[in-house]
């Protein structure tokens, strides 16, 4: 039986669809009724389709658009969502708001295209077909991380990629704000973070800007996740506060180059004083429940050459100085923890995380066996598949980025991120999955998008409803590209046409 065509149109797919006679329209006598609790979803719906169709789509007791919160629907879990589209009248259900938020992204799905303008469409019917949708996501975490700290990306792009994530259900928007390149989130009780780390490379946010983001994004149903680098990848704060290394009376730039940098933070405790000031601003900008202190890439060299480095190490009972990282990593994780948030690290060979943390294994996926095996949760990041840097293809044509490696569509999308053969108690750990977009090789905000489209759209169906129908994905994704078009996201084009495409 063919797979009725709008089954195919959904990105990410949900879990249950079934086509159903008829179609509902919007016009301009539609009036949405919201329940107690369901008036943010309600103001989403109206906020997304004013644009393109100009309706005012008020609220009125009759409403034939009927968004209900209900917390006592059942198997719908944290994000799920029922969507009933009769021909006479709307209904959308989910037992939490986060829930109606994704069903207000499908019901965008759902109509006409052009419904992404930026302006008015006029003369289009914004219609639907009628149909019937249960839909729960498979992962919890389905993110994307940005890195603004090698290239500043301003506020509106982060405002429009936040969009982005959420047209596609994804629900976290991880943002890189510090490395050796540049500190992008302004301290109070350090200025010359931003003064001194926010010059190369483009810029610093204010910290309104951040809060206004995280608003913007919880509307979304999206999480920012901060995360600030240590004790390595620290170098622009170095050159702020030089006493915070590990040779005082040293003066270091913000770093101009790309790769791992030999300086990292001291251990003395001043260096954690600072640590606890800066996470305590953090946590005051970003309400989220997780926050990432990075933590890979930490040479120990200067550890090592540091008398004070080696006493500390001595002191605290450690077996020697290389011993400083994971002791950082715990002191730090415990003060998260003591402030109630759950602290995320990248984890890469070498550096078993404190069990308090949430591992990204970033280096390939048996890593993240490994800690899942060690009972730690895990948010799969393996460069192989999630790093959207790498180009997209061999392609002549093909934008330089981050050398050795290709990240084709295809790999994004069939990596599965708790793979069959992880025995299930492992497999249980994984939270999600999320995309890494780091910006040496990206200047700009169109060449961000440029990377993350289309690839983010594979991650996103892979994270939400399982991955495993690439035939079926490439058709849906070749419709799903009007609504990319539509946004005027620079989407690198399918190298072949639907069914012939290889990678
Ligand atoms: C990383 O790629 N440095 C996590």
């Known amino acids: 039986m063919p797979v009725p065509r709008a ?48 309706l005012p789509l008020p609220l009125a007791a009759d409403g034939r658009v009927v968004i209900a919160l209900d917390p006592q629907l059942t198997g719908l879990g944290e994000e799920g969502y029922g969507l009933t589209v009769g021909a006479d009248a709307v209904l959308l259900r989910a037992a939490r708001p986060e829930g109606l938020l994704n069903g207000i992204q499908t019901v965008r799905q759902l109509l006409p295209p052009a419904v992404l303008s930026a302006g008015p469409v006029p003369g289009t019917d914004w219609t639907m077909p009628c149909v019937q949708i249960t839909d729960v996501p498979r992962f919890a975490w389905r993110g994307a991380m940005l890195d603004v700290a090698r290239h500043f990306q301003p506020v509106a792009f982060l405002r429009r990629f936040t969009d982005l994530l959420a047209l596609h259900k994804l629900n976290v928007l991880h943002l890189h704000l510090t490395d050796d390149q540049g500190w992008r989130m ?34 979304r149903g999206v999480t920012v ?53 800066v996470l305590d601003e953090v946590m005051d900008t970003f309400p989220s429940p997780s926050v990432h202190i990075g933590g890979e890439e930490c040479p120990t060299t200067e550890w090592q050459q540091s008398p004070a480095a080696r006493a500390r190490a001595a002191v605290e009972g450690l077996d020697g100085p290389e011993a400083l990282h994971g002791w950082f990593m715990r002191r730090i994780g415990d003060f998260l923890v003591e402030r109630g948030r759950r602290p995320l690290g990248w984890s890469e060979t070498g550096l078993d995380l404190p069990a308090s943390f949430t591992v990204l294994p970033w280096r390939d996926t048996e890593h993240g066996l490994a800690a899942a095996r060690r009972g730690r949760p895990v948010i799969m990041a393996p460069y192989h598949s999630t790093y959207l840097d790498y180009p997209q293809s061999e392609r002549p044509d093909e934008p330089p980025g981050q050398p050795g490696q290709i990240v084709d569509l295809r790999t994004v999308y069939e990596t599965e991120p708790a793979p069959a053969h992880w025995e299930p108690d492992a497999a249980a750990q994984v939270l999600g999955t999320q995309a890494q977009l780091w ?52 989407c690198r084009p399918p190298t072949h046409p639907p069914g012939e495409e290889t990678s």
């Open 225 to 277: 996740v901060p995360e600030i680098e240590m004790p390595g990848h620290v170098r622009a704060a170095l050159a702020a506060y030089p006493h915070l290394g590990n040779r005082p009376e040293r003066e270091l730039e913000v770093w101009r180059q790309w790769g791992v940098c030999e300086t990292v933070l001291g251990v003395h405790d001043e260096v954690l004083a600072f640590c606890r000031t």
């Open 439 to 490: 910006t040496e090789y990206v200047p700009t905000a169109a060449h961000a998008e440029y990377l993350a489209f289309p690839r983010l759209c594979a991650l996103a169906d892979t994270a939400w409803s399982g991955g495993r129908d690439w035939p079926g994905f490439q058709a849906r994704m070749h419709r799903h590209r009007a609504r990319l078009d539509t946004l005027g996201v620079p």
């Open 186 to 219: 302004p301290v109070a009780a350090y200025p010359k973070l931003t003064e001194v780390g926010g010059v190369p490379h483009g810029g610093a946010y204010t910290r309104g800007e951040l809060g206004e983001l995280v608003a913007y994004a919880a509307a």
């Open 7 to 54: 089954a195919l149109d959904l990105v990410p797919r949900p879990a249950q669809f079934t086509p159903m006679q008829g179609r509902f329209t919007f016009d301009a006598r539609t009036a949405i009724r919201a329940t107690s609790g369901a008036e943010p979803a309600a103001a989403l719906l109206r906020t997304l389709l004013a644009p393109a169709t100009g």
